[in-house]
Each structure stands twice: as C-alpha cells, then as structure tokens.
C-alpha cells in the first residue's frame, strides 16, 4: 500500500510532513523536473533570446537560434556558475565567471586557457539539454527521455480539440505574478476542488451552477467541469463533441504537475504553479484572449477576486501544515476526487 489508499472512502490525505520537509521536497521535485513541463509561449519567444526557466528547481534555458527552440542547462559546465539570471538578447552565451562560452543549443565554443587540457573539449563540456516539444503555442520541456509529450497530452488534446488556438492572441493585460508564502501543493490542492467555492468564492458561486460541477480524473491531469447558470456564456460546441448539449462555461485541466489551462468562451488563461523551496511559491498567469466581446464575463470574469481569495486560503492552510496537532485528514468522495488523484500521482 501506498502513502494514499487507491480507494478515496478508505484514504487519508497527503501527510502534513510532504508540505513541510526539505528532503521530501526534493525528491518531489525530481518527480515535478522529470515529468513534462510548461516552460513558456512560443508567441513571447524572440530568436537570439535567451529566457531563465526552472524546470522544478533545476536552472534551465528557453532559447531560440535559427527558429530552432532548444531548452539547455542554465549551469555552466566549469565549475556551476549561473549563466543567465536575466532574460538576454545574444548570439552566444558567455559564462560571466570564467568566460566559457556556448553557441545557443548549448554547444560549447570557447574556454580561455584550456588549449592544455587533455580531451577538451568533450561532450560532457556542453550544456545538457531537454526534450522540447510545442502544443498549440505552448512550450513544454522534459528531462525524461521515456515519456512521450504526446502520450503526456493526449487526454486534453481529444478534449479541446475544438479549440482553434490559432484565434487565440497573448492578451498582457492579463499577466499577473503572485508570490505566496505557501507550499506549491497546497495551492494544486485548493485548484483541484471546487467543494470550496459556496464559502470561499461567493461571487463566482453565483456565476456558476455549483450543484452541476464536474470532476473527472485522466492519467497525468485532472478536469472540472463548470456548467453555465440560465444566460451566461458558454461554449459552441461541435455535434461529435462529447459534451454538446451542455451549457459548459469553463473547462478547468490542471496537469501534472504544475500547470493549469482554464478554457472560457472567452478564451484561455494559464497558470503555472512554481516551486521556490518548501514554502514559497510563485504562480504566474498569462492570458490568451480569442473573443474580446466575451471577456471579462462569467466564470472566467473577475478572475483577480479569486485570485485573492484562494492565497488566502493557501497562506493559511501553510501555516495549519506546521502545526503538531494536525498530520492528516479524509478527503469527499464526492468532491475531492482531483486531490486525490494529485496525491496518488506525488507519491506513487
Ligand atoms: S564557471 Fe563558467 S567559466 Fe568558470
Ligand atoms: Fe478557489
């Protein structure tokens, strides 16, 4: 038996230690580095740009040389400086320790007084890469050289495939960057579930039919349907769609392990939740609007009040997570079905 039981009636939840221990944290984070990541959008990518990423805690590169995008190790191959911190337009990427210096798919080109050192340079001197795969805009990356991004995807792709993402155009009115004072899972936790929104989210509450929420569980991902109250927005839908007939407001995929694709008639909004040590976390939002008539309305409307009201929760439930008094809870059958999943998947 695992840390949770495969049957929800009979599982606990996530230990409180996984939220609070240093050396958990870091074998979670070779689990969240190995899987596929979203590392940024194709659209926002200039060639000759060099963008620092974190692919869990590890410092990687997003780059782009002659169209081609390569994600490369942000550690130079000397001795561990930090290549870029900053975003940076160059041909090149020179290390500001020693001055070794890497073409932008992570070759190296030039060391300064190495011409004595014996078999240099050797593959082990360029910069490692990842995997790169882009799905409709959306680039992703991965150390893991066995799953394949398709397989990754696929249960969203059949889903959303109605979606013509081509119509779709990065809105940064809609760029946010929040930094909490939490464990990244607590925040995956609290998106997972809608049980909370009668008490947390009153507003949305009255924008969506809560009694017609959906949750349904994929292998890597997790998707809570929201279903329109009487006239509000929703989605066309295709007759061969699985879901035509319905009212759907919002299509909420969370995907393991860090990212978020909230569908709205509107468009998409993305959210990528990111780790900075045990109890730190920054999510970053973009927005991809395709129907600017529709924005700002319905379930994707006021998406700054839930916002600030989910921190909320999220910050203190951090601090409940370090009391001796609390080590584990139940979860609803009926409504945390996705957080159960999400744990399954931690610590599987
Ligand atoms: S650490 Fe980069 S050149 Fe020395
Ligand atoms: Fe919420």
Redesign the pocket.
Known sequence: MGVIHPDITKAQTLPSTYYRDENIHLKLMRKFSGSWNFIGLEAALVEGEAIPVLLGDIPMLLTKQGGIINCISNV??????I?CDGIKKVNSIT??????TFSLCGKIKH?PEFSEVENFPAPSDDLPKAKVAIWNGLIFASLNLKESFENYILDVEQRMNFIDFSNLTKDDKLNREHNLFANWMLYVDNYLEGFHIPYVHKGLNSVIDYSNYKTEVYRNAVLQVGYASKGDDCFTLPPEHPDFGSNIAAYYWWIFPNLMLNFYPWGLSINVVMPNGVNETKVIYYGMVGDQNKSGRGAGGDLDTVEHEDQWIVEACNRGMKSVLYQRGRYSPSMEKGVHHFHRLLTE
Do not use: E, V
């Not at 290390?95 to 070794?100: D, I, K, T, V």
């Open positions: 130079c191959t000397h001795r561990a400086m290549l290390c500001p320790y020693h001055g070794r060391m």
